[in-house]
C-alpha cells in the first residue's frame, strides 16, 4: 500500500488504452512490442489475414482526412466544464445539463463519467447542404481551436458554410468531422442503448457507411422515412422533395428489446392471406370477431371476394351468437390463429364479403414502421409553430417538431421513464422540450444532456433582432420557458456549464526543461465552484452532471459531496478540517495541494487518519 496520497488524474485518457488492454485480455500474446501479430490473431479466431497487396480492394469507406480523424481520439483532453450558476435553475439538485461548447471536447469529458450510461441519442447534425454551418476541428489541438472560436483567446473565428470550402473535400470535411464524434458517442450507449440521427440525402449515404463501421453493420435497426413536409416544393420539374431520413442504429442489437411506434390499431389482409395458394378453413369463434354488418342472419355460400361462409351466422351487436366456419387462401393455422386471438389480436369482418382482416388490440405494443408519418411525428411546420408559440417569432430556422423527437423518445424509453437522453448537437433545444413534454404526459423522469456549440446567430437574424447572440443562447431560454409550463420539468432544473481549460497548471511537455511552481492552481484565488466540477469530472463519478451537490462545512472549510465523493474547497488546510472529513465519513476526499503547502505535518496526519477510517485520500 502506498505511504503517499493518489493524485487525480486531469486528462481524459486515450480511450485506445483500455481498448487495448481489453484487447490483450481476450487474445493474450497478439500484441508483442506494441505490435499487433496479425497471423496469429487470424488463428485464434480461425480467419484468413488480408495480405498488404490487397490493402487497396478491400470494401470499406474511405476519405481525405480519415487517418487524422481516427487519430484525434487519442488526443487527450485538458478540458473541463466550468458551472453557469446564473443560467442554471436550482443547481444543486438539478438533473438535466445544457453545455455550452464544442461537442468533440465535451464528448471526450463524458467518457469517464457515462460510459455505458445513455440510453438513447438524438442528434440532428449539419446536413451538408452548402448552407449550414459546419465544424472545422483542428485534431492536433480541439481545446485550443475551440477557444479561438468561441472568442475566449484571440480574434480568429471558425465559421465556415460548406459552399465557401475551396479545397474541394466537403463530404470529406463533414465525414472528418462526425466520425470521432460517432465513435466517442458509441462509448457512453448503454448495451441497449440506441442511436438516432436525422439527416436528408447529401450525407445520408456516407453517413450510413461511417456507421457500418462504428456501430456494425449488424447493429443497424432501421433508415426510418420521416414525413417532413405535407407541402413539397414545386418549383422543380423532377422532383418534389417531402421526407428527410431519421438513421438508427443500436450499441448492441442482441441487447435491444422492443421498440414502440404509435399506439394504433392495425389491420389488413396480409397477415391472414400472404403467400397462401391453397384453399383452407379456419373455426373463428365469436369473441375472436368484431362485425361492421347490421344484426341479422347471413347465409354460407361464397361471397364473390374469394372467401366463403361455411355456416349460417347470426349476428347481434356486432358478435356472433355461435362459433362459424370460413374458408379461403388463409395462411394461418387453427393453431396460430388461437395462439394470437389469445395474445389480444382480433379478427374484423366488415362487410357482405366476410373478407377477415386482422387487427391488433390497442394496448398491444407495435414496433414502429418505416415510413413515421405526419400524423405520428408532425412536419417542419410544427417546429416553426412551437417557437412561435414560446417566443413570438421563430430565431431559429428548420428546428425538428418535438412531435418527433418525442415519438423516438417514446420508442426507446415507454417502459424507462427515468432513462437518460444526450443531444450533442442541441441546437434550439427540441430534444430537451420534446423529453420534457413526454415526461409530463406519462409522469415520467428522463433527463436529458444537451450541448452546442456558441454558434453566432448571424447580423441581421430575427434571433439577432430578438437579443440572442448565440445558437447555444436560445437553446438555454426555450428550456426554462419550457420549464416554466410544468412543475415536474421545474423540479428537475437545469445545470449549466461551459467548457473551459483547466483550472491547473498543465504539466510542461519539454521534458528537459524542470517547471517550478509554488502552487497547482492556474489561478489564485480559484473559483471553486469549477475546481470541484473538474475534480469530479476527470474522477469519473457516475452520473457526475446529472447527481445532486451537497455542500458540507468542514471544520471551518467548506467541501461538496457527489455521492461518495468529498471535495475539500480550501487552501488552508489544518488538523480540524481534517477531523471534520473523518466525521463526515467518505469514500473518497479530495484536497487541492495548495492547501498542504508548508503543512507537510497535516498532509501526513491526513493521510494516516484517512488510511485508518478506510477513506481514500487523494490530492490535485
Known amino acids: 500500500m502506498s505511504d503517499q496520497a493518489d493524485r487525480v488524474d486531469l486528462e481524459i485518457p486515450d480511450p485506445t488504452v483500455a481498448q487495448r488492454a481489453a484487447f490483450q485480455e481476450l487474445f493474450p500474446g497478439v500484441i508483442v512490442d506494441d505490435v499487433i501479430d496479425a497471423d496469429k490473431l487470424g488463428e485464434l479466431l480461425g480467419l484468413d489475414v488480408a495480405q498488404a497487396s490487397d490493402g ?17 481520439l487519442r488526443v487527450p483532453s485538458r478540458a473541463t466544464l466550468v458551472p453557469d450558476m446564473e443560467r442554471s435553475i436550482s443547481f444543486d439538485t438539478a438533473e438535466n445539463v445544457f453545455i455550452e461548447g464544442d461537442n468533440l471536447e465535451v464528448l471526450k469529458l463524458l467518457q469517464k463519467s457515462y460510459n455505458d450510461q445513455v440510453k438513447m441519442i438524438y442528434i440532428d447534425p449539419p446536413y451538408n447542404t452548402g448552407k449550414d454551418f459546419v465544424y472545422v476541428d483542428d485534431f492536433r489541438d ?25 479545397t474541394g473535400r466537403r463530404h470529406s470535411r463533414w465525414l472528418s468531422m462526425m466520425y470521432p464524434r460517432l465513435v466517442l458517442a458509441r462509448n ?54 417531402n421526407s428527410q431520413h431519421v438513421l438508427c442504429y443500436c450499441r448492441n442489437k442482441t441487447c435491444l428489446g422492443r421498440l414502440v411506434g404509435a399506439q394504433k390499431k392495425s389491420e389488413g389482409l396480409p397477415s391472414l392471406t400472404k403467400n397462401s395458394m391453397g384453399i383452407t378453413t379456419i373455426e373463428l369463434q365469436p369473441d375472436w370477431v368484431d362485425f361492421g354488418l347490421q344484426d341479422g342472419d347471413y347465409a354460407p355460400g361464397d361471397k364473390g371476394s374469394g372467401y366463403t361462409l361455411e355456416d349460417t351466422v347470426s349476428v347481434r351487436g356486432g358478435k356472433a351468437t355461435a362459433p362459424f366456419r370460413l374458408s379461403g387462401r388463409i395462411i394461418w393455422s387453427q393453431v396460430y390463429l388461437a395462439d394470437q386471438a389469445a395474445a389480444g389480436t382480433r379478427i374484423i369482418i366488415k362487410g357482405r364479403g366476410f373478407v377477415p382482416y386482422s387487427r391488433k388490440s390497442e394496448t398491444a405494443p407495435l414496433p414502429p414502421t418505416s ?9 417542419v411546420l410544427a417546429g416553426n409553430a412551437e417557437l412561435r408559440a414560446l417566443f413570438g417569432a421563430v430565431p431559429f430556422n428548420h428546428p425538428k417538431p418535438t412531435t418527433l423527437v418525442k415519438y423516438l423518445v417514446h420508442a426507446v424509453t415507454y417502459d424507462d421513464k427515468q432513462a437518460l437522453i444526450l443531444d450533442f448537437f442541441a441546437g434550439s433545444g427540441s430534444a430537451a422540450h420534446a423529453v420534457s413534454t413526454l415526461n409530463a404526459e406519462d409522469g415520467g423522469r428522463r433527463k436529458t444532456i444537451s450541448v452546442n456549440l456558441p454558434e453566432p446567430v448571424g447580423v441581421g437574424t430575427t434571433a439577432e433582432e430578438m437579443g440572442f447572440r448565440y445558437v447555444s443562447d436560445i437553446s438555454i431560454e426555450r428550456i426554462k420557458r419550457v420549464m416554466q409550463q410544468d412543475l415536474l420539468s421545474q423540479a428537475q ?32 484565488p480559484p473559483d471553486w465552484e469549477a475546481v470541484v466540477e473538474e475534480v469530479l469530472i476527470k474522477e469519473g463519478v457516475p452520473h457526475v452532471l446529472d447527481l445532486p451537490r451537497y455542500r458540507l462545512p468542514m471544520g471551518g472549510a467548506d467541501a461538496v459531496k457527489v455521492a461518495d465523493h468529498l471535495v475539500v474547497t480550501s487552501l488552508d488546510l489544518n488538523d480540524a478540517v481534517i477531523d471534520a472529513v473523518i466525521n463526515a465519513k467518505p469514500h473518497v476526499v479530495v484536497f487541492c495541494e495548495d492547501g498542504f503547502a508548508g503543512r507537510d505535518a497535516v498532509k501526513a496526519n491526513a493521510f494516516w487518519r484517512c488510511q485508518q477510517a478506510g477513506i481514500t485520500m487523494k490530492t490535485v
Open 493 to 524: 432544473g437545469l445545470r449549466v456549464f461551459d467548457l473551459s481549460p483547466s483550472n491547473f497548471i498543465e504539466p510542461s511537455a519539454d521534458l528537459s526543461t524542470l517547471l517550478l511552481n509554488d502552487h497547482t492552481l492556474a489561478h489564485v
Open 56 to 72: 487497396r480492394e478491400r470494401f470499406g469507406l474511405s476519405w481525405a482526412g480519415k487517418s487524422d480523424a481516427i487519430a484525434s
Open 188 to 241: 457512453l450507449l448503454t448495451q441497449d442503448g440506441v442511436i438516432f440521427i436525422s439527416i436528408d440525402d447529401n450525407e445520408v449515404a456516407q453517413l450510413r457507411l461511417m456507421l457500418d463501421e462504428i456501430f456494425g453493420e449488424e447493429n443497424f435497426v432501421e433508415n426510418y422515412i420521416w414525413e417532413s413536409n405535407f407541402r413539397p416544393d414545386n418549383s422543380s420539374a423532377v422532383e418534389r422533395e
Open 371 to 379: 415510413l413515421i408519418s405526419r400524423d405520428d411525428a408532425g412536419d
Open 142 to 166: 480541439p481545446l485550443q481551436t475551440y477557444l479561438l472560436y468561441s472568442g475566449q483567446v484571440g480574434d480568429d473565428g471558425n465559421r465556415l458554410s460548406a459552399a465557401s470550402d475551396a
